[in-house]
């Protein structure tokens, strides 16, 4: 017994010391001391040995086994240097060159993902939670219980794309809406940010792919003036100076009264440029009160409850911030556009 144990550990030791590479040291290992290799066979063979023979045995076994085994991570070691070294004298490498300095390498944050860490921030410290919802969502949440049902015309307002199993890519984040009074007890308040997709013609200022933040309060006798209160607030400590805002009615079938809200042009001040196209005033966001329907498909009562909502187009909002012309550049992934944007933002 002792003979064998002593032969297959000089076995193993000496096709260690042959093998070449990580492979074979790997088989080498399992045919030794895996599940069914030849030193695991003899120790569970012990069992049948005489208790008084059966102590010595099993340590020299287990003796035979841990030597295999660093004899092989000792081959291991050797392996792996030799192929770094082989690697350093290969013709052409040159250890010497400098190598890519660390500012260079440092990362920073997408000027989207800037924004909306800036709009998060100040919603919490009034209390918004902020849940994650689904890039992948149904009909129901992303139209019906929004109050546009399947032959509504708005629903020619977002192209869509339609996954094969019927679900589909939410064209906006709204579909938040429902499930935010599904998931939280009412009052609450919370905005959802993510990523919306359109089934559209891309230019400069359009891509199938882009940011949104959806904000959400539902409270009793909420109304309009509250909702521009809380509007103003965001885009000053977005824009970190004084904004004056405007509403113009716009239509979405969620919201009623729905409105356009404006600011007065940052570039001239409200006296017409070309950037507002001689207005002084751009559109930034759409918003209004949440519309009864709306509140019954989140199971909530609209003689008790009500609520205001808005979606603003962070995309958008960081082409204004940044003063960015095309929109296509933000999914680009070109080092040259993300570098510029340092830590905060700041360009
Ligand atoms: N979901 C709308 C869109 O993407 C925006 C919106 C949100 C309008 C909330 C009103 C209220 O076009």
Redo the contacts with the bound molecule.
């Keep these: 017994m002792f003979d064998d144990i002593q032969k297959l550990e000089e076995q193993a030791v000496q096709a260690i010391n042959k093998a070449m590479d990580l492979d074979t040291l790997r088989k080498i290992e399992t045919e030794y001391t895996g599940k069914k290799g030849s030193i695991t066979l003899l120790l569970k063979g012990l069992g049948k040995m005489a208790p008084e023979e059966r102590k010595a045995a099993g340590m020299a076994c287990n003796n035979a086994k841990q030597a295999v085994l660093s004899a092989s991570e000792f081959r291991k070691n050797e392996i792996t240097e030799n192929e770094i070294k082989k690697q350093l004298d290969a013709p052409g490498f040159d250890p010497t060159l400098p190598s890519i300095p660390v500012k260079q390498m440092s990362g920073n944050f997408h000027p989207v993902s800037t924004i909306s860490f800036s709009v998060e921030k100040v919603f919490e410290k009034l209390g918004f939670k902020i849940p994650d919802y689904f890039e992948v969502e149904s009909e129901w949440f992303n139209f019906e219980a929004l109050n546009i049902p399947g032959d509504h015309p708005a629903r020619d307002?977002?192209d869509t794309f339609w996954l094969k199993n019927g679900s589909l890519l939410r064209?906006?984040?709204?579909p938040g809406q429902a499930r935010a009074m599904k998931e939280f007890k009412p009052p609450f308040r919370a905005i959802f940010p993510g990523r919306v997709f359109r089934y559209e013609r891309t230019d400069a200022s359009h891509e199938h792919t882009f940011h949104?933040v959806?904000g959400l309060m539902i409270d009793k006798n909420l109304s309009v003036s509250n909702l521009i209160a809380i509007m103003k607030l965001l885009l000053e400590a977005i824009f970190e100076q004084e904004i004056t805002i405007r509403l113009r009615p716009g239509y979405?079938p969620?919201?009623e009264p729905?409105f356009e809200l404006d600011i007065q042009c940052m570039t001239c001040g409200g006296s017409g440029c070309p950037v507002c196209k001689h207005s002084g005033w751009v559109e930034l966001l759409?918003?209004?009160l949440v519309h009864p329907e709306v509140l019954k498909a989140g199971g909530l009562d609209p003689d008790e409850w009500t609520g205001w909502?808005?979606?603003l187009g962070l995309t958008r909002l960081a082409m204004m911030k940044y003063k960015i012309n095309h929109i296509t550049h933000f999914m680009s992934g070109d080092l040259r556009f993300l570098s510029q944007f340092k830590a905060g933002g700041a360009r």
């Design positions: 307002m977002q064209t906006h984040t709204s949104q959806e979405f969620f919201v729905g759409p918003c209004g909502a808005f979606g």
